[in-house]
């Protein structure tokens, strides 16, 4: 409570002065931000809900178990994350730590859903819940970054995106593990495609960035 209260808080627009939806709607940066968004929301609740589910098919653990080994280790890397950029954020470059963890949590789902291994796939959950612990934060404090003047609607619109790919993902992944005979191993590969797009926007927007360097 004395933190919050005694801590500064910065206003990004003054009152009234913050971009219209309409304006930030034909911004193209908003929009990437928008689908890194979707892409960020998805990546992580699409392992997250399902890693207890996973736990307990290819480990054949209980559902307590399955709970503790699952989403309980993956919210606990994911805070690990979180926490070290939190400390040594200002000597890293946001955008490459950015691809980077987008390429380990695609790497995360190749792991848990190709491995033969009960054991590799189960440390790719876990490893995952690292991975995804900068891209909600850090795709906010990019967009922010690149439009000081986007206001409280870009913020709402960035939460609303976010939560959008948080429900969007692990529909999509259970919809095709039931498909599949509930083989939850082929819905987990289907869920690649979040951290592969949510790269290749970092991508686009590392581009958009240098180029505004060097002008």
Known sequence: MFNFS???IEHPAEDGQGMSIENLLKTPVFIISILLMICAG????SMAQWASAFAESALDLSKAMGDIA???LF???MGISRSLYGKYGD?????????GSGMLCLICYLVASLSDIPMLGLAGC???GFSVGIMWPGTISICSGKMPSGG?????????????????????VGNISQSAGDDIRKGVLAGCIFP?????LTFVISKNVNKNRQE
């Open 6 to 8: 005694t801590c500064p």
């Open 42 to 45: 998805a990546s992580e609740l």
């Open 70 to 72: 699952g989403p309980c």
């Open 75 to 77: 919210a606990v890397t």
């Open 91 to 99: 000597r890293l470059d946001l955008i490459k730590f950015m691809i």
């Open 126 to 128: 876990i490893i995952c």
């Open 152 to 172: 409280t609607a870009m913020f709402a619109l960035l939460a609303m995106a976010g939560d959008l790919g948080g429900a969007i993902g692990p529909g999509i």
């Open 196 to 200: 592969l797009v949510l790269v290749i």
